[in-house]
């Protein structure tokens, strides 16, 4: 070949780097970001990249960007967004199951054009289990597409996913070592993909409502294990059945002058658990709080009792609930269990003697004690070291007393403080990092920090819980890996490997071209994870377009998409997320999400040549 690279020392080292890589990321002897780590540590030592070059990846746009969504979906999750988001695909469902199924991936993948991938599947992971506590749907039949399609809403902006995060700084960097005459690249806005994004996002939809959704019907024979719905849990162990009513006491009810106490000891009455009155909404109210005309009880009973209870004293039952709907959130109450340690102040006292919903803001509901188990009239059971507490409570109250060490709790609840008060002013400064980003004349990190920093100043999350909030993983497996990239295309690596698969392509039509690298690409990322994938590809893209004279920015995005087609291993995050959850087994993604990752290649590329 005339004019052809010879491959030199550091192409030669940047390929051992890259095998290396592979390696480490395949074999997982150590972790991703520890691996990432020490590649750039080696990059350091061989000096591929320049010292003054070498951690820009920390202070990059990509890695900016990335901090700054994570933030903001802590400051959404924190108000309580998603048990919004919940009732929204309730809604546009019906109820009906092939709905249900859209409507969770039409709600949730259209968030992922804003948010990071995992930390979506993460939000919305106790939203689905809750639509199928609701529903009686399996779970099963919910996550995988819910899932699916939160990978592809991440290819509508560029912040939905890391490969589309990486792909500006990516193309800014190939600005360096383009042969002189070709047209340098610009950051691509926000949206630029958008209309790609879109067709492959109702791909997936339309994928699951006519195809993918009935092949997940064939195993409703499992028992899932559904995060959250603790209540089936409590009924099989405790006993405790019912639903959560909400009921008005009327003009003239029996109830009305009755103490909580005193209207629990009626016959077929339910458990109550909150209350609404002219001071106030309280969960677990004390039991000589007096009911009057027109309080609200929010009750735990089987529904055949609360109607019979309702008709016989006078109560109103709402079809659904409505004024206690925020305090029965899964966000910020629900049922726990506590085991009593030796020591407690409890030890030797009645749970009525220690006014547990007076004191505490909890409400007893049954104690177990080896195999005994008491659930009516309790107030009187003396407690012991070792017993377990039933109780059902607010989260913020729970975690305000657990740690007075009395009472150990066992059950997985959230401990964070819940600010549904807060709720405006997080949409509030959501919508303005995207709006500044998308009409703005600022960067896009500076755009979305201002977002999150507005979440920060109006206290819709503090400093603390927004560090915690960040994925120092994520950080730094892409921060490291970002002087990979640019090693491989500084060195000249990638124009050497583009110039030998040129080779064998020489003579493809550009369309033939595009879709080998989408598959490449997508086998890559199932190899080293959708950063390395993209670190590797977009400089080989770019080499190879200009080898074929062809538009070096489609296939660039052509296989920073591909580096997000990933439906068939666990190293993509979203599958290891939903795997457990759903009872998923290797087949069923490989059944399911062969064809979608087909279909994902075709019109990816489809797309890119019609749009760029």
């Not at 048990?83 to 991936?105: D, F, M, T």
């Not at 005193?262 to 709080?289: F, T, Y």
């Not at 998308?438 to 819709?460: D, E, I, K, R």
């Not at 500084?490 to 369309?511: C, D, H, K, M, R």
């Amino acid at each position: 070949m005339d004019g052809a690279l010879t491959l030199s020392f550091d192409m030669a080292l940047v390929l051992v780097i890259l095998g290396l890589t592979v390696v480490l990321f395949v074999r997982e002897w150590v972790s991703a970001d520890v691996a990432a780590l020490a590649i750039l540590v080696v990059l350091g030592l061989t000096q591929l990249v320049p010292a003054s070059r070498l951690f820009d990846g920390f202070a990059s746009n990509a890695v900016m960007s990335v901090l700054a969504v994570m933030v903001l979906g802590a400051g959404l999750d924190r108000t309580g967004v998603m048990g919004h988001a919940a009732n929204l695909v309730l809604k546009l469902s019906q109820g009906e199951e092939q709905r249900l199924i859209v409507a969770l991936a039409l709600v949730a993948g259209t968030t992922s054009a804003f948010m990071q991938n995992p930390a979506v599947v993460a939000l919305f992971l106790p939203v689905a289990s809750r639509i199928a506590a609701r529903t009686g749907y399996p779970l099963t039949r919910l996550l995988m597409p819910m899932g699916f399609c939160v990978v592809l809403g991440g290819t509508m902006s560029m912040v939905g996913n890391s490969p589309m995060i990486l792909l500006n700084d990516l193309l800014l960097a190939a600005n360096r070592n383009l042969p002189s005459g070709a047209e340098s690249f610009r950051t691509l806005p926000l949206f630029a993909v958008l209309p790609v994004g879109l067709a492959l996002f109702m791909t997936g939809v339309f994928y699951f409502r006519f195809w993918g959704g009935s092949q997940l019907q064939a195993q409703d024979d499992r028992q899932p294990v559904t995060p959250g719905t603790t209540e089936s849990y409590f009924e099989q162990v405790y006993g405790i059945r019912g639903e959560v009513v909400e009921l008005t006491v009327e003009a003239g009810s029996a109830l009305v002058g009755l103490n909580i106490h005193e209207a629990e000891a009626l016959p077929g009455a339910p458990l109550i658990l909150a209350i609404k009155d002219n001071q106030g909404v309280r969960v677990a109210p004390p039991g000589d709080q007096l009911l009057a005309q027109s309080t609200v009880i929010g009750g735990l009973a089987p529904v055949a009792a609360v109607e019979s209870f309702a008709a016989a004293h006078g109560l109103a039952r709402a079809p659904q609930l409505r004024q206690l709907e925020e305090v029965f959130n899964p966000a910020r109450s629900g049922i726990s269990e506590a085991v009593i340690p030796p020591g407690s102040r409890f030890v030797g006292k009645s749970i009525g003697e220690l006014r547990l919903r007076k004191r505490y803001g909890i409400s007893p509901l049954a104690l177990t004690r080896g195999e005994d188990m008491y659930r009516e009239d309790i107030r009187r059971v003396t407690i012991q070291a070792g017993d377990c507490l039933v109780f059902h409570s607010g989260w913020p109250e729970l975690a305000e007393h657990a740690h007075e060490k009395d009472f150990v709790v066992v059950t997985d609840y959230p401990q964070d403080e819940q600010r549904p008060h807060k709720l405006w002013y997080a949409v509030t400064f959501f919508a303005l990092a995207y709006g500044l980003a998308l009409v703005g004349h600022m960067s896009m990190p500076v755009a979305l920090l201002a977002g999150a920093v507005g979440m920060l100043l109006t206290g819709v999350i503090s400093m603390e819980e927004a560090y915690k909030a960040i994925s120092w993983k994520t950080i730094f497996v892409l921060a490291c890996l970002i002087p990979l990239g640019a090693a491989v295309d500084s060195s000249g690596t990638a124009a050497w490997l583009s110039q030998w698969a040129f080779v064998y392509l020489e003579g493809w039509p550009i369309w033939l071209l595009q879709f080998a690298v989408a598959i490449l690409s997508a086998l890559t990322a199932m190899a080293i994870s959708q950063i390395g994938a993209t670190v590797l590809m977009v400089p080989m893209a770019i080499n190879l377009a200009l080898a074929a004279n062809a538009s070096p920015l489609e296939f660039a995005l052509i296989a920073a998409l591909g580096a997000s087609n990933n439906f068939l291993t666990a190293s993509n995050a979203v599958n290891s997320l939903i795997s457990g959850p759903g009872s998923y087994r290797q087949r069923d993604f490989l059944r399911i999400g062969l064809p979608l990752t087909l279909l994902f290649a075709v019109v990816s590329v489809a797309m890119v040549g019609w749009v760029f």
